[in-house]
């Protein structure tokens, strides 16, 4: 059984710091590139950022330069610090398992875990 528990939001400040983890089990961890995606209140899903099988990232224009993602193979564990956040960074933050096939075709997300930046 694949599951993906997030874990980590809450209410921080504007220009505060904030660090998600998302425990994989069920799968090979190492072997699928993996994903945090968000939604804002009212809004569509928003890609944020993906780490692929070797380490490289990829991130969203929005939080490039503000958040790193991150992986732990031996913990299977994803994370993503985030700082410098900004009260539109406030969204439902949820990771995402890749398919062995494309980086972005996804076939199992947490129940995601909610983040909010207000003063």
């Known amino acids: 059984e694949v599951q993906l528990v997030e874990s980590g939001g809450g209410l921080v400040q504007p220009g505060g710091s904030l660090r998600l983890s998302c425990a994989a089990s069920?799968?090979?961890?190492?072997?699928?590139?993996m994903t945090w995606v968000r939604q804002a209140p009212g809004k569509g899903l928003e890609w944020v950022s993906t780490?692929?099988?070797?380490?490289?990232?990829s991130y969203a224009l929005s939080v490039k330069g503000r958040f790193t993602i991150s992986r732990d193979n031996a913990r299977s564990t994803l994370y993503l610090n985030m700082t410098g956040l900004k009260p539109e960074d406030t969204a439902v933050y949820y990771c995402?398992?890749?398919?062995?096939?494309?980086?972005?075709?996804?076939?199992?997300w947490g129940q995601g875990t909610q983040v909010t930046v207000s003063s």
């Open positions: 069920g799968f090979s961890f190492s072997d699928y590139a």
């Open positions: 995402v398992k890749s398919t062995l096939t494309l980086a972005d075709e996804y076939d199992y």
């Open positions: 780490v692929y099988t070797i380490g490289t990232a």
